[in-house]
């Protein structure tokens, strides 16, 4: 008798515990093989071949296999482990799943178009051989049609959508996937594989192990063992960047080295006791089902405004003010600390995105795409449903966005979130014997004190490149004017 085999591919879901398409495998399959595939598709095009993101799955990858043999020697299945391959997914997947002789790939599910459409292709490709494709979903507690209105559409709107996503969250989304329970279906490694180098996929070593970033399934456990007690101050802590109150946790849930579900039901059962923090950060993960079910039912946000008024958006060509911004030498104290820390580390505190994505395009008239690319290339967590929705969010195109005309004052929330400097002081140094007072805009002091602190606008610390009043009002000129006329086209108004 022919033993059934199955392929599962892993992808953004680094573990092996708590996982659908793993779990599904090793209940429908006799012999299971678990791969992951370095895509030269999506590494090719990084501009930087130092990127913190790499290192990092290169290093869950390894935890991963680790993981497996493990899971694999328990059941008594020995040589357990994880495929790896570097080339294009879509092939390397084709090809090993033939090679292996398998009778299906399961793997579990994405929600960007340009992974949709590698997916179609691989599976039209896979069942050209006879093979059938499955995915499952994992990296969201409810997605695409789970969570509709009453009139079956998507919604636009969080606050409702939290509601009926509250509702429908109930103990069988949370529960979690049994994977150890049949880990005896686990495969033995074919025969001379081998991991792949970091080096060998033409990547170099970043400032990583400096960071102390927790890496892979592991470094996950620490990070939630760390935050769990503090999650119940998360509602008030979490908006201060000088302080410890978040979880640190979104570069594993973009990578999935920890279950979305095992977080959710933590949050949950201390929010089901009155706990405050624990319900602001149950709404942070509905948050993020939000942005891929947005993603999921409106792909063309990549490119344009959820609001397609909003394309009509005038943003201004100001190469030396986008320059600035990027350099971080726009003369605002908090706004040049929040991008020297995600230069620096790859991270950015949450509230410190809203500060600099409204800077951009409300203080500098520059298009959110821009922006949103620029985080794309640097943050660890990038995800591009949340990178969107944040950046569309902020600049006032997007779903439940800020309205137009609420626009952030850097100055004012730096002196409600960074009070005592402590934040800025750790990234803008230059400034660091400047009181609280003014740290929070030099720009404001007189010159004779500037200097008794040792700094000199324009030398030490430039000079703010806008005057936030004059920019504030370009802004509400710039969004005025959007408003539809009886035929469907932007018409421009009298202000």
Same mark, same amino acid.
């Given at each position: 008798? =022919?033993?059934?085999?199955?392929?599962?591919?892993?992808?953004?879901?680094?573990?092996?515990?708590?996982? $659908?398409?793993?779990?599904? $495998?090793?209940?429908?399959?006799?012999?299971?093989?678990? %791969?992951?595939?370095?895509?030269?598709?999506? @590494?090719? %095009?990084?501009?930087?071949?130092?990127?913190?993101? #790499?290192?990092?799955?290169?290093?869950?990858?390894?935890?991963?296999?680790?993981?497996?043999?493990?899971?694999?020697? +328990?059941?008594?299945?020995?040589?357990?482990?994880?495929?790896?391959?570097?080339?294009?997914?879509?092939?390397?997947?084709?090809?090993? %799943?033939?090679?292996?002789?398998?009778?299906?790939?399961? /793997?579990?599910?994405?929600?960007?178009?340009?992974?949709?459409?590698?997916?179609?292709?691989?599976?039209?490709?896979?069942?050209?051989?006879?093979?059938? &494709?499955?995915?499952?979903?994992?990296?969201?507690?409810?997605?695409?049609?789970?969570?509709?209105?009453?009139?079956?559409?998507?919604?636009?709107?969080?606050?409702?959508?939290?509601?009926?996503?509250?509702?429908?969250?109930?103990?069988?989304?949370?529960?979690?996937?049994? #994977?150890?329970?049949?880990?005896?279906?686990?495969?033995?490694?074919?025969?001379?594989?081998?991991?792949?180098?970091?080096?060998?996929?033409? &990547?170099?070593?970043?400032?990583?192990?400096?960071?102390?970033?927790?890496?892979? =399934?592991? +470094?996950?456990?620490?990070?939630?063992?760390?935050?769990?007690?503090?999650?119940?101050?998360?509602?008030?802590?979490?908006?201060?960047? *000088?302080?410890? *109150?978040?979880?640190?946790?979104? #570069?594993?849930?973009?990578?999935?080295?920890?279950?979305?579900?095992?977080?959710?039901?933590?949050?949950? !059962?201390?929010?089901?006791?009155?706990?405050? *923090?624990?319900?602001?950060?149950?709404?942070?993960? $509905?948050?993020?089902? &939000?942005?891929?079910?947005?993603?999921?039912?409106?792909?063309?946000?990549? =490119? !344009?405004?959820?609001?397609?008024?909003?394309?009509?958006?005038?943003?201004?060509?100001?190469?030396?003010?986008?320059?600035?911004?990027?350099?971080?030498?726009?003369?605002?104290?908090? #706004?040049?600390?929040?991008?020297?820390? @995600?230069?620096?580390?790859?991270?950015?505190?949450?509230?410190?995105?809203?500060?600099?994505?409204?800077?951009?395009?409300?203080?500098?008239?520059?298009?959110?795409?821009?922006?949103?690319?620029?985080?794309?290339?640097?943050?660890?967590?990038?995800?591009?449903?949340?990178?969107?929705?944040?950046? !569309?969010?902020?600049?006032?195109?997007?779903?439940?966005?800020?309205?137009?005309?609420?626009? &952030?004052?850097?100055?004012?929330?730096?002196?409600?979130?960074?009070?005592?400097?402590?934040?800025?002081?750790?990234?803008?140094?230059?400034?660091?014997?400047?009181?609280?007072?003014?740290?929070?805009?030099? $720009?404001?002091?007189?010159?004779?004190?500037?200097?008794?602190?040792?700094?000199?606008?324009?030398?030490?610390?430039?000079?703010?490149?806008?005057?936030?009043?004059?920019?504030?009002?370009?802004?509400?000129?710039?969004?005025?004017?959007?408003?539809?006329?009886?035929?469907?086209?932007? /018409?421009?108004?009298?202000?």
């Amino acid at each position: 008798m =022919t033993t059934s085999s199955a392929l599962v591919w892993l992808r953004r879901d680094l573990r092996c515990d708590d996982h $659908a398409a793993i779990y599904y $495998a090793l209940r429908r399959f006799e012999k299971v093989y678990c %791969a992951f595939v370095f895509d030269t598709d999506i @590494l090719d %095009a990084l501009p930087n071949k130092q990127d913190r993101r #790499v290192e990092f799955i290169h290093a869950s990858v390894l935890q991963l296999h680790g993981a497996l043999k493990a899971l694999a020697a +328990g059941s008594g299945v020995p040589d357990g482990g994880l495929i790896v391959r570097h080339g294009p997914a879509a092939e390397c997947i084709v090809q090993l %799943a033939q090679s292996l002789g398998v009778q299906e790939v399961l /793997t579990n599910r994405d929600y960007e178009p340009a992974a949709i459409t590698r997916d179609q292709r691989v599976a039209r490709d896979l069942n050209s051989l006879g093979i059938a &494709f499955s995915d499952y979903k994992d990296q969201v507690l409810l997605d695409r049609d789970e969570v509709l209105t009453q009139t079956g559409k998507p919604y636009s709107v969080f606050t409702p959508y939290k509601r009926a996503w509250l509702q429908a969250l109930n103990d069988f989304q949370l529960k979690p996937y049994p #994977v150890e329970r049949y880990a005896h279906h686990l495969a033995a490694l074919p025969a001379n594989e081998s991991m792949v180098a970091l080096e060998q996929l033409g &990547f170099e070593r970043t400032n990583l192990r400096e960071l102390s970033m927790p890496v892979g =399934t592991q +470094g996950a456990k620490q990070l939630l063992k760390d935050f769990l007690p503090r999650m119940h101050a998360y509602q008030e802590a979490r908006d201060y960047p *000088g302080r410890k *109150g978040v979880s640190y946790l979104s #570069v594993h849930l973009r990578f999935g080295t920890m279950s979305i579900r095992q977080l959710a039901r933590l949050a949950q !059962q201390k929010a089901l006791y009155g706990d405050e *923090g624990a319900q602001i950060w149950l709404s942070e993960l $509905a948050w993020r089902d &939000f942005y891929f079910m947005i993603l999921w039912h409106h792909p063309h946000v990549i =490119t !344009q405004s959820f609001r397609s008024e909003y394309d009509g958006v005038q943003w201004d060509d100001a190469p030396e003010l986008w320059q600035a911004w990027c350099e971080a030498r726009t003369g605002y104290p908090l #706004v040049d600390a929040a991008m020297r820390q @995600l230069h620096q580390t790859g991270y950015m505190h949450n509230r410190l995105r809203m500060v600099v994505a409204s800077f951009l395009t409300k203080d500098l008239g520059i298009d959110w795409r821009r922006g949103e690319r620029h985080f794309a290339e640097h943050l660890n967590d990038f995800d591009l449903s949340a990178n969107n929705g944040g950046w !569309q969010w902020a600049a006032s195109t997007g779903c439940d966005a800020q309205p137009w005309f609420r626009i &952030f004052n850097p100055v004012t929330q730096s002196q409600r979130f960074d009070p005592d400097g402590r934040f800025i002081r750790r990234y803008v140094p230059e400034l660091a014997r400047v009181p609280d007072k003014h740290i929070h805009f030099p $720009a404001g002091m007189k010159p004779l004190k500037l200097h008794a602190c040792a700094v000199q606008l324009g030398q030490d610390y430039p000079h703010p490149i806008v005057d936030h009043a004059r920019a504030r009002q370009r802004t509400l000129m710039r969004f005025h004017f959007l408003k539809q006329d009886a035929t469907g086209g932007a /018409t421009q108004l009298e202000i």
